[in-house]
């Protein structure tokens, strides 16, 4: 936008023209196609603790271990497109918990899968997005290929921004169709061959509350139809369906004087299962300079049981589960990220710890002697093509 | 969801200053928007869908995996 002749304040537009247009949202770089193309890859390292000996029959044992690889490409496309690829690879080994049994003073312990489980899987993501005026509209569509499980998903996004650009209504539907082939041979699996599909549509609304803040809702819905249970543990049989809900919301607040941002948001899931759960994340963006951005962040994780969950299973019943995540427990999760940009190049490096425990959470209910706490290490390097 | 509800219609009643297109500068920073960093986002919301009952809530809900 040109400034127009007179104005004293014609080099001030000048130094913000890149602003003008901005919505209520993910501002310019969500409603103007990317200048430039950008690259980039990243390293992630995955590692569960050990099992404790007092929480299982047969001693300590070694649980998940992924090495990830993910391939990032963006690149504008004509005058008002874009196309992006993302490509992520990831090897995994351990063993996972079978089921549980009841110990001789009658207390829970869990049985793992005894032999290292290795799989590996390839997922190919391709997104193409149309910019206009007042928003954009995307199509995606994601491919995942494990040894085991199949899926091909498509996707759906869009986003409007009201005329005076305080407000964006943004809306997503995707549909999945997932193949399930379970790996013979370390457990026996309850099932050769299934496949389930999940629907699944959001809409949120943003709005800017003041020029350092702005605020989100969203709401979304997904239902999932076929098989549900998990085929490698022993004692699992759940419901042909899902149906969940999950209203959420967020915040961004700017700080001129530290030069920071705090960002938060917060998540309420509800479903027919009998699961809820409540999750906050806090983050903390501080700048250093216009090169190196450090961000400490916190994650407060709560969920209810589902209703056919029971540490020991009660097989009499026509849905039941010892599985760890359908039981109630508490998790705090916190790290720190760290980016750094020397000219086209920006490195980035993310550490995490996330521990569980059943008296964290705001539900009650039997602790799960599966529950899972781990490491998690990223290191990434992006370029930009200018 | 009670909570919830007043939280909602406090922030829409409390978001009325209007913030004219040359004064948005610091919103379109980096840090304030909803994905700063979407491929550490997705590791890790694909982490915590795999480890925890619950998922989704930003968003469609895409393809799954058999991650256990």
């Known amino acids: ?386 | 969801m009670k909570p919830l509800t007043y939280l909602f219609v406090a922030l829409c009643l409390c978001a009325c200053e209007t913030v004219q297109p040359w004064e948005r500068g610091t919103l379109a920073k980096p840090e304030m928007q909803w994905q700063t960093d979407p491929r550490e986002i997705s590791f890790q919301a694909q982490i915590n869908a795999s480890k925890e009952a619950t998922s989704g809530g930003m968003g469609a809900a895409g393809g799954g995996c058999g991650c256990n």
């Open chain 1, 1 to 386: 936008m040109a400034a127009r002749p007179g104005d004293k304040h014609s080099a001030l537009l000048a130094l913000t023209s890149s602003a003008l247009l901005l919505p209520a949202y993910q501002a310019a770089r969500a409603d103007a196609p990317p200048q430039f193309m950008e690259m980039g890859v990243r390293y992630s390292k995955y590692k569960e603790d050990d099992t404790q000996g007092k929480k299982t029959f047969g001693g300590s044992s070694e649980r998940y271990d992924i090495d990830a690889a993910q391939f990032h490409l963006l690149a504008p496309v004509a005058d008002n497109w874009s196309v992006a690829v993302d490509v992520q690879w990831e090897d995994m080994s351990g063993a996972s918990p079978w089921f549980v049994g009841e110990s001789l003073d009658g207390s829970p312990k869990v049985i793992m899968s005894g032999a290292s489980i290795a799989d590996t899987r390839t997922e190919v993501s391709v997104t193409t997005r149309y910019y206009y005026d007042r928003g954009n509209v995307g199509l995606n569509y994601v491919h995942s290929d494990e040894d085991d499980y199949k899926s091909d998903a498509v996707a759906v996004d869009g986003a409007f921004n009201s005329a005076d650009g305080m407000t964006t209504y943004s809306g997503a539907f995707s549909y999945s169709s997932d193949d399930i082939e379970p790996t013979q041979g370390s457990v026996p699996t309850n099932t050769l061959k299934a496949d389930k599909d999940i629907s699944s549509a959001w809409i949120g609304v943003s709005r800017i509350v003041s020029r350092n803040a702005i605020v989100r809702f969203g709401l979304s819905y997904t239902y999932r139809d076929g098989f549900l249970t998990d085929p490698y543990k022993f004692r699992d049989q759940r419901p042909d369906e899902r149906k969940e809900w999950a209203i959420s919301t967020g915040y961004r607040q700017f700080f001129m004087g530290p030069n920071g941002a705090l960002q938060a948001d917060y998540r309420y899931f509800d479903d027919d299962w009998g699961v809820a759960s409540h999750t906050l994340n806090l983050a903390w963006h501080q700048n250093f300079g216009f090169s190196t951005q450090v961000i400490p962040f916190l994650r407060y994780y709560s969920q209810d049981k589902a209703d056919f969950f029971a540490n020991i299973a009660d097989l009499d019943q026509r849905y039941f589960a010892d599985d760890y995540r359908l039981s109630a427990f508490g998790a705090i999760s916190g790290g720190l990220r760290v980016r750094h940009e020397i000219g086209n190049w920006a490195i980035t490096a993310v550490g995490e710890r996330y521990e569980t425990d059943e008296s964290w959470g705001v539900y009650s209910g039997e602790e799960s002697p599966a529950l899972v706490d781990y490491w998690r290490y990223s290191f990434g390097l992006d370029y930009i093509f200018r």
